[in-house]
């Protein structure tokens, strides 16, 4: 059972936007603490993908598309994805600090994107 | 550039210690503000975060291994060793190691472990 909740799964078809989101509590993202998200592709390492500090819940890594945005309200945030590709297709993590862990990075339990 | 590569033993025996070395290069864990964080994935399941390592020595654990958790850094060989003691089959995952900035920004490849008799 993660501390951050993602849906196991989401789909779409090439050129549409989907969401995928992340819900969490007062002890992490409720907090305010920096939300992350990953993107893995099977057998392979995760790759950031969208990093929060502590002027953006919005920032790409060098060579990360801008179809990729991140946001973050309450106790959720949210990996936005427009203009659908068939490469897009693959498992995305979100990833935060909990302050009732004893310093605890978490993760979430991951969502597996299927491109239609 | 940042490179990190994960090392140690493919096959471990229940109850066994597990060490595992994070080779690393492109930066100093002497270098204020830097971190290395050590994480892992069961086959076909989600990351789990194990343990992170500050340039001042600082260390943080997950609260659920930290009774079996070790992290230590050797800067001058640009090192970083994870000791998982009282391995279980459960403890069947490949293991990452990756740089900490605003999130855990490169990995290593990472490395199977298989926790079998």
């Known amino acids: 059972q993660s501390v951050l909740t993602q849906p196991p799964s989401v789909s779409g078809a090439p050129g549409q936007r989907v969401t995928i989101s992340c819900t969490g509590s007062?002890?992490?993202?409720?907090?305010?603490?920096?939300v992350h998200w990953y993107q893995q592709f099977p057998g392979r390492a995760p790759k950031l993908l969208i990093y929060?500090?502590?002027?953006?819940?919005?920032n790409r890594p060098s060579g990360v598309p801008d179809r990729f945005s991140g946001s973050k309200s309450g106790t959720s945030a949210s990996l936005a994805i427009t203009g659908l590709q068939a490469e897009d297709e693959a498992d995305y993590y979100c990833h935060s600090y909990d302050s009732s862990l004893s310093g605890s990075e978490v993760f979430g339990g991951g969502t597996k994107l299927s491109v239609l | 550039q940042i490179t990190l590569k994960e090392s140690g033993p493919t096959l471990v025996k229940p109850t066994q210690t597990l060490t595992l070395t994070c080779s690393f290069s492109?930066?100093?864990?002497?270098?204020?503000?830097?971190?290395v964080g050590w994480l892992r994935q069961p086959p076909g399941k989600a990351l789990e975060w194990l343990a992170l390592?500050?340039?001042?020595?600082?260390?943080r654990y997950s609260p659920s291994l930290r009774s079996r958790l070790t992290v230590t850094k050797d800067t001058s060989n640009n090192q970083v060793v994870l000791r998982m003691t009282n391995m279980d089959p459960a403890d069947t995952a490949t293991y990452f190691c990756?740089?900490?900035?605003?999130?855990?920004?490169?990995w290593g490849q990472g490395t199977l472990v298989i926790v079998s008799s």
């Open positions: 390592i500050y340039w001042d020595d600082e260390k």
């Open positions: 990756a740089h900490r900035n605003s999130g855990y920004d490169h």
């Open positions: 492109g930066f100093s864990l002497s270098t204020s503000g830097v971190a």
């Open positions: 929060s500090d502590a002027y953006s819940d919005n």
């Open positions: 007062s002890s992490n993202i409720g907090a305010g603490f920096d």
